[in-house]
């Protein structure tokens, strides 16, 4: 039989940290590895598989596109990114879309789109404002705009045009902006920086600086849009509207494909500004237009918020009873307990052993992104096998 994992040795370059297991089916909540043992996903490809693992309207929306039309090229029209399109603005507070393949694709096109405006209004103002701890993608361009120094130092120097200042601060934001910003950019909850969020006034005083200065309000919904915290998109539950927003994991159902939004004021792009080969490529479309109108016509978002809250508060009660656990944070089904000291890896790895799949999202804090089909059985299934680990700690 293949040593899978020793081949990954052999041909790989070594920038994932694996967890020693390789895997080869999914269903639902559910994945298997290749020894035939089953596992609770709570890390669904990373915040990904949003109707779970090979969700049945998925399979069948990319069987049927498959046997249709794979790809064209944006030179024709084809019919299910024109679905797509119709169902994201018919369901958002945005005008017009541009697709393209990942998450750190959308925020670099929706830079861009911002540096266009600031070109065509703003006297060429260029820089975007970011927040530490923020996370933005792996291009070199999105480690510039993510404010954590270990994306960033291996590349130094990263391209100009980038401030991270404090998140969660308004008066950081005030203070960066000059003649030269043409937007600032964040997450309505930082994903990667270990599930941080911040002050409920926080974007709605961001939202009305930008106005004031006249410049655009991107937020990163990458992790945050299509449900993952209670409603289809974050910024609904914070009372303000961005200018742009950004798009990808869950939007697929599990397909590559990410997406930028844009208001029609700041929808800049003319012929030819930008492009994409495979961005908005009919089978990954197909995907995303199943995905989203299953999640739509099934209320999903509504789902995520009831059964993030019970999630909550099993957590919570986990950290009455285990004190090395200091906080638990989380809103819909994006959640973190974070511990006293660095217990991460020897947790992840004891669930591993017992059965649940985790994503270690800090040395000292474990993140919860299960799919959004996830049931509250699941929901209690993975909370005593970390109760389980907890109590021998
Ligand atoms: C908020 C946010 N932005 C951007 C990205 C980058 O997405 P991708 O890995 O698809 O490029 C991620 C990925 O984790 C993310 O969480």
Redesign the pocket.
């Known amino acids: 039989m293949t040593d899978w994992q020793k081949l990954e040795k052999k041909y790989f370059m070594p920038t994932f940290k694996r967890m020693p297991l390789t895997l080869v089916r999914g269903k639902g909540t559910h994945v298997w590895d290749d020894k035939g043992n089953r596992y609770l996903d709570f890390t669904a490809g ?1 915040a990904v598989n949003s109707l779970g693992h090979c969700h049945p309207m998925v399979a069948k929306a990319l069987a049927e596109q498959a046997k249709t039309l794979i790809q064209t090229s944006n030179q024709f029209y084809t019919v299910p990114q024109l679905e797509l399109a119709r169902i994201l603005m018919e369901n958002s507070c945005f005008d017009k879309v541009f697709f393209c393949n ?4 959308a ?1 670099e096109g929706a830079v861009k789109l911002a540096r266009r405006y600031g070109k065509l209004y703003l006297n060429g103002a260029y820089k975007v404002i970011t927040a530490f701890n923020s ?4 291009t070199l361009c999105m480690t510039a705009a993510t404010g954590q120094k270990k994306f960033q130092e291996p590349y130094a120097p990263v391209p100009d045009g980038f401030i991270n200042v404090e998140y969660n601060s308004v008066d950081a934001v005030k203070k960066a902006t000059d003649s030269k910003v043409c937007a600032i950019m964040l ?1 309505p909850i930082q ?2 920086g270990g599930v941080n969020i911040p002050d409920k006034n926080y974007l709605k005083a961001v939202r009305t600086w930008c106005d004031q200065k006249g410049i655009l309000l991107i937020l ?1 919904e ?2 945050t849009g299509i449900g993952r915290i209670g409603t289809l998109f974050g910024y609904e539950q914070f009372g303000m509207e961005p200018d742009i927003i950004t798009l ?2 869950g939007l697929g159902g599990g397909i590559p494909i ?1 997406a930028f939004l844009a208001k029609e004021k700041a929808s800049v792009f003319a012929q030819g500004e930008h492009g994409s080969t495979f961005g908005g490529n009919p089978l990954a479309c197909a995907a995303g237009y199943a995905t989203l109108k299953f999640i739509i016509e099934n209320d999903i978002p509504s789902k995520v918020d009831e059964k993030g809250e019970y999630l909550l508060s099993r957590l919570l009660r986990l950290k009455k009873k285990h004190s090395f656990i200091v906080d638990v944070r989380g809103r819909g089904l994006l959640s973190a307990v974070q511990f006293n000291s660095d217990l991460t890896d020897g947790i992840v790895k004891s669930c591993l052993e017992q059965g649940l799949l985790l994503n270690p999202v800090k040395p000292n804090a474990i993140r919860f992104m299960p799919p959004l089909t996830v049931t509250r059985k699941e929901i209690d299934e993975a909370v005593a096998i970390l109760d389980k680990v907890f109590s021998k700690i």
Request: glycine share 22%; charged share 30%; no cysteine.
């Open positions: 990373w990942s998450g750190a694709e925020n996370f933005h993608g792996r997450e994903g990667e990163d990458i992790q990808a994991k990410g």
